[in-house]
């Protein structure tokens, strides 16, 4: 499976973006899809998760609230809707795939590339 993240940029607090995660393959559908994010100097952390079919969402303390994950699997994309933006947000985004949801990056086999978002002040 093969996962390209992209809709990072730079933004004011306060603001929106929504990042897409496009996957290679239809079988995409069948796994359960992952947001992390890293920021300098700083562990890949957990944002947001979802199961493959949709209906259950899962999100960070730091995050519930503001951001919003889903996914459209006629597509093969899961999305990344973030509001209410803050510099602490700051952090490349990556999306992975797995078996089940989970927050640790171990439990995900499959990543896309990152996609940077910048929050300033």
């Known amino acids: 499976v093969q996962l390209q993240a992209s809709g990072g940029g730079l933004v004011q607090a306060g603001g929106s973006l929504r990042l897409s995660c496009a996957a290679s393959?239809?079988?995409?559908?069948?796994?359960?899809v992952g947001w992390f994010r890293q920021a300098p100097g700083k562990e890949r952390e957990f944002v947001a998760a979802?199961?493959?079919?949709?209906?259950?969402?899962y999100y960070a303390d730091s995050v519930k609230g503001r951001f919003t994950i889903s996914r459209d699997n006629a597509k093969n994309t899961v999305y990344l809707q973030m509001n209410s933006l803050k510099p602490e947000d700051t952090a490349v985004y990556y999306c992975?795939?797995?078996?089940?949801?989970?927050?640790?990056?171990?439990?995900?086999?499959?990543w896309g590339q990152g996609t940077l978002v910048t929050v300033s002040s």
């Open positions: 992975a795939a797995g078996v089940a949801v989970a927050d640790s990056p171990h439990d995900y086999e499959y």
């Open positions: 979802i199961r493959w079919s949709g209906g259950n969402a």
């Open positions: 393959t239809r079988t995409f559908s069948s796994y359960a």
